[in-house]
């Protein structure tokens, strides 16, 4: 196998599929395997390089597939397993390749290890979960909190004790600290290993261990939206997370969990990663060849969004990053939708949804794109009563949840729920997003969606933007402006983020780079316009870079 085919992930485009909203095979309301089966052509045709599928694991659907209750098989609601052999077999014949999330962190309450774990303190699954003794008044054992709202630790009336969880209640935390969870969590992922699949997206991946001393955290003294991706409404906020998540222990479970992709060339790993420094985590954690291959953090999924927060972030990993690689994404399915949450004045326009395409995928790193991205998709608007949330339940009406994100792809406009199914859907198809179906915008030539395919398909045949180190040389209150190079080649990759026209000052010579889809950006030897949300390239000729 060449260096190539093995490291593919490296500067790859990674397509989010949530499948309960994809595409509903068997008129259920709920998108299932087959239904992603059904429209693998269409991922094909996007040019991307891997296909990440969010949980189809049995479950209860307390949190809608991130509560795994077996960790082997397939919820009846979503398929089997000979579904999901299926689609492996035919993504691979389409060349893509298929990455499944593995939720390491916590189980269902539901999970056969967490029933046999609570039935007494001293059965062969006693220590797999963190189990604690209540304080002398019965209070919980620290002041750890979850982050979806309250403490983290809840009663256990069969062994008198208190059980950790990051999350909801439902959703108890494996204890990595035991020998045999982290046996059992390798094992089960080389199950999927051998049925073909590519690698994995690791949920909370910073989470796995916690503080053995159980400490208490200290306050936080600058409450902000950041890298640990909640609201400043959400008490979590309130913490500085010292202690029950991004122990130093991780970095050796990671490295078991790295030996373990090595013995399948070509596998990977992306994790999403949480925590107060995040990009210094991401550093740690993909540098040195034998841990994680990428990591992606929350930083642009805030709604922070200005062009000095841009380069401060891409800086601060860059300068951290040393040998490992990062994976950028502006959206995905615990956010509310980069056209909404990016917009300006709270007005989405299409033009600025192409300029963040093209930034996104101009950045080092690999890429991680989320259905509906391509099409431009808004929030959706949802009713309390749509709400199914749980996260939203407990916060609305400040925080409305991850629903306005995860309502079901518009496939054709004037059918019924936009294609998705023939029956009522989990979630409501939003009216707004039937005029952005994948039909309306197959005829047209300039829609995003085809602005999306003709972009990345570019972009796949630039080692420069796929390679390239990366430079950040401009930025005001409207443009980002910065330098991607490959030994003796160098671009600069110029964006306008405001809604009025741009005029930039060449520091270099260049010449216009031709072919760039999207692109109305006009280059001379005066400089360069920029229309509202416009973006540009050109090519550096005549002076090395930084002279």
Not at 24 to 50: C, E, F, Q, R
Not at 54 to 70: H, L, N, Q, R
Not at 326 to 344: K, P, Q
Not at 449 to 462: A, E, K, S, V
Request: aromatic letters at 12%.
């Amino acid at each position: 196998m060449t260096e190539h085919l093995q490291n593919w992930w490296r500067g790859g485009v990674i397509y989010q599929v949530y499948p309960r909203s994809f595409f509903d095979s068997n008129g259920d309301g709920v998108g299932d395997l087959a239904g992603v089966l059904h429209k693998l052509d269409y991922i094909a045709s996007l040019k991307v390089d891997a296909i990440w599928l969010s949980p189809f694991f049995t479950s209860p659907m307390k949190d809608f597939g991130y509560d795994v209750a077996d960790y082997r098989d397939v919820d009846p609601l979503f398929g089997t397993l000979d579904d999901f052999d299926r689609l492996i077999a035919a993504a691979h014949e389409r060349g893509l390749k298929i990455l499944i999330d593995q939720v390491l962190n916590h189980s269902s309450d539901q999970h056969a290890w967490f029933k046999e774990s609570r039935s007494s303190r001293d059965n062969p699954k006693a220590d797999w979960y963190v189990w604690a003794d209540a304080k002398p008044d019965g209070t919980v054992p620290n002041n750890w909190l979850s982050v979806f709202g309250g403490s983290a630790w809840t009663w256990d009336s069969r062994r008198k004790q208190y059980y950790l969880h990051n999350f909801l209640s439902s959703q108890p935390d494996l204890n990595f600290h035991c020998e045999a969870v982290q046996q059992q969590v390798l094992d089960d992922m080389e199950f999927w290993l051998q049925r073909g699949v590519d690698g994995f997206r690791l949920d909370a991946a910073n989470f796995y261990f916690h503080d053995k001393q159980l400490r208490d955290n200290p306050p936080n003294t600058q409450v902000r939206e950041g890298s640990i991706g909640v609201r400043v409404d959400n008490p979590y906020a309130y913490q500085c997370h010292v202690y029950d998540k991004t122990q130093p222990e991780n970095i050796g479970f990671l490295r078991r969990l790295r030996a373990l992709l090595e013995r399948y060339p070509g596998s990977a790993t992306v994790a999403e990663i949480g925590c107060d420094d995040s990009l210094k985590t991401m550093a740690a954690y993909t540098s040195g060849g034998d841990t994680l291959h990428m990591a992606y953090s929350f930083d642009l999924l805030t709604e922070q969004c200005s062009p000095a927060y841009i380069r401060h972030t891409v800086e601060s990993i860059e300068r951290e990053l040393a040998d490992g690689w990062s994976c950028w994404s502006m959206g995905n399915h615990d956010v509310v939708r980069v056209m909404s949450r990016w917009a300006l004045d709270g007005r989405p326009d299409p033009a600025r949804g192409r300029m963040l395409m093209a930034l996104l995928l101009s950045l080092r790193g690999s890429v991680c794109l989320y259905q509906g991205e391509e099409l431009g998709l808004t929030e959706a608007e949802l009713r309390y009563e749509d709400l199914v949330d749980p996260y939203g339940i407990n916060f609305w009406p400040e925080f409305k949840g991850r629903d306005g994100c995860r309502t079901p792809m518009p496939w054709v406009s004037e059918a019924t729920h936009a294609g998705f199914t023939g029956s009522q859907p989990w979630l409501p198809v939003d009216d707004s997003h039937r005029s952005l179906s994948v039909a309306a915008q197959e005829v047209d030539p300039d829609s995003m969606l085809n602005t999306y395919r003709r972009f990345i398909d570019w972009r796949g045949r630039q080692p420069l933007l796929i390679e390239g180190d990366i430079r950040m040389l401009y930025d005001d209150e409207a443009l980002l402006v910065f330098e991607r190079r490959l030994g003796d080649q160098a671009w600069l990759c110029m964006f306008n983020m405001s809604s009025a026209e741009r005029r930039y000052s060449l520091p270099v010579a260049v010449e216009p780079l031709a072919g760039v889809p999207g692109s109305l950006a006009e280059i001379s030897a005066e400089g360069v316009r920029l229309p509202a949300h416009g973006f540009g390239y050109a090519r550096i000729v005549g002076q090395a870079s930084g002279s």
